[in-house]
């Protein structure tokens, strides 16, 4: 049995906490997806951050990877405990973070069969990525759908970011509605404003989407569906 635990659902330019989740593999083995300004503090508290032993960064916005540098050096600094990084993260991004010792505190992962990053398109000149594993695929922010790609035809469950209206950077709700009904009664809405959350709502329930995922929400995932 997979475990998923959704940390935060809201975009950068809201109220509430980034969007961010842990797919837990067994209790001790973590894989945290997105580590934004509101999420080291969060794990801390909840006592999971010694158990986060991988991290994907989908883009390098602060709401994703804002308090990576604090959460890879508290692991090693604090737990001795040296940190997988994967995703739209570099050993220049991870030079910028911790000095040029980055490699005592991190260990970046290139070659991972179970991991399947998928490019995505969200800021100019910035490269982004989703992922997936497990069974989940995370979009991490993307203005195009990833709905109709072989990950999401595999996936138990996706979460996919999400706006209202049309929108440069983000992907519509409209874009989303797209997908087949099979493929929108497994995904999640998230990476949405807090004050859209209602609207929203109403909305996925009406497309047949799984739902509009919310901060704290838990689930888990049979071995068998992956
Ligand atoms: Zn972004």
């Avoid at 997105?34 to 032993?53: A, P, W, Y």
């Avoid at 989303?176 to 998230?190: V, W």
């Amino acid at each position: 049995m997979i475990a998923l635990d959704v940390l935060g659902v809201n975009g950068a330019l809201s109220e509430g906490k980034n969007t961010s989740l842990v797919v837990w593999e067994n209790p001790q083995n973590g894989l945290l997806l997105d580590c934004g300004s509101t999420v080291f503090q969060d794990v801390l508290q909840k006592r999971m951050v010694e158990h986060i032993n991988t991290v994907f960064i989908s883009h390098r916005h602060q709401d994703h990877i804002g308090s990576l540098e604090t959460l890879l050096e508290y692991r090693w600094l604090v737990l001795q405990k040296k940190t997988a990084v994967l995703g739209a993260i570099t050993s220049d991004i991870l030079t910028d973070l911790l000095g040029d010792e980055w490699s005592l505190y991190a260990e970046l992962l290139t070659d991972m069969p179970q991991y399947t990053l998928i490019p995505t398109t969200h800021s100019p000149r910035m490269p982004s990525t989703g992922l997936f594993t497990h069974g989940v695929l995370y979009s991490g922010d993307t203005n195009a759908s990833l709905l109709n790609t072989p990950s999401a035809q595999k996936a138990h469950v996706i979460f996919h970011d999400t706006a209202l209206q049309t929108n440069p950077s983000h992907c519509s709700l409209a874009a989303l509605a797209e997908a087949p009904l099979e493929i929108r009664q497994k995904t999640y809405l998230i990476h949405y404003r807090a004050t859209d959350y209602e609207t929203l709502r109403c909305k996925a329930n009406e497309l047949d989407f799984a739902g509009v995922a919310t901060t704290d929400m838990h689930l888990t995932i049979p071995r068998s569906a992956y």
